[in-house]
């Protein structure tokens, strides 16, 4: 079965036959075909994953049709399901994503569950989120902690205007948004806590013109030879701008754990200690001032 082809006539088809179809389609560049059917499926059909399955024989127009065959299209040249839909969940939260900002990961949930077993629950905490992209990070902390107070900054001024728009649609109101390089719209503040999700990725590494990694922002992945340049920055800086006993908590690769502590301890920070992900993986390294 095909998908109704422009100018083609044709009858409305039935989404679970369509699925069906653009799963077998996706097998040849997805890992997870039958989801991203599923979710290109909803996209054009305005309905939602459980419906899908529980209404396999809703019929889509030809309108529905003609979209699904875009999307598909889109797809099957290898772009991204989040840039495609322009939205992804993390932490529970629906997200705007764009080609300017990375496609936030399940494993820097990691990143945030840390970052929040310093924050105290009932009483203002600050927090800076440095290199925040579509806001993930911040806006998972600010969710879960509507005391503290964040400062999340971004050089990509695109990057922040969709962090906004997050925030905004979300009803988060205790994230300021700041654009500018690292710490430098921090100006002399400190922080109970900095966390980042910093590019980590060898500047030379192949995964960067392969799959969905192509599509995003090199700028938000890649950090000079061995991938540590905006980690060495953050390391050595942070200091600064950390209030007494404040946190810096770092995502990093999975072979870079041993550098980041080596980091950690040469910027004269206590506590270091890493953490790994779901596939066991050295994910997420921190220290104390
Ligand atoms: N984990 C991401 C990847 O492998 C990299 C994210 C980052 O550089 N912060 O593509």
Known sequence: MALATKGASSTSQKIGQLIDYASATLEQISPTPRLDAEILACHASGL??????????????????????????????????????????????????????????????????????????????????LGTGNGAIALALASERPQCQIVATDIADKAIAVARQNALNLGLGNIEFRQGDWFAPLSDAQFDLIVSNPPYVRQTDPHLVEGDVQFEPTAALASGAQGLDAIY???????????????????????????????????????CTMYRDLNDQPRVSEGRK
Not at 64 to 80: T, V
Not at 113 to 129: G, K, N, T, Y
Not at 235 to 248: N, Y
């Open 233 to 271: 920055k953050l390391v050595t800086q942070a200091s600064t701008f950390l209030a007494e006993r404040g946190w810096l908590v770092l995502e990093h690769g999975y072979d870079q754990a041993e550098a980041v502590r080596d980091l950690l301890q040469g910027a004269g920070f206590s506590h």
């Open 48 to 129: 939602s994953r459980s419906q899908l399955i529980t209404q396999t024989h809703h019929a889509l127009n030809d309108s529905g049709c003609e979209q699904l065959r875009l999307l598909l299209q889109r797809r099957l040249k290898g772009e991204p399901i989040a840039y495609i839909t322009g939205h992804k969940e993390f932490w529970s939260l629906d997200l705007k994503v764009t080609p300017g900002t990375l496609i936030p990961r399940p494993e820097t949930e990691h990143l945030v569950e840390q970052a929040l077993s310093h924050i105290p629950p009932d009483r203002p905490f600050s927090v800076a989120d």
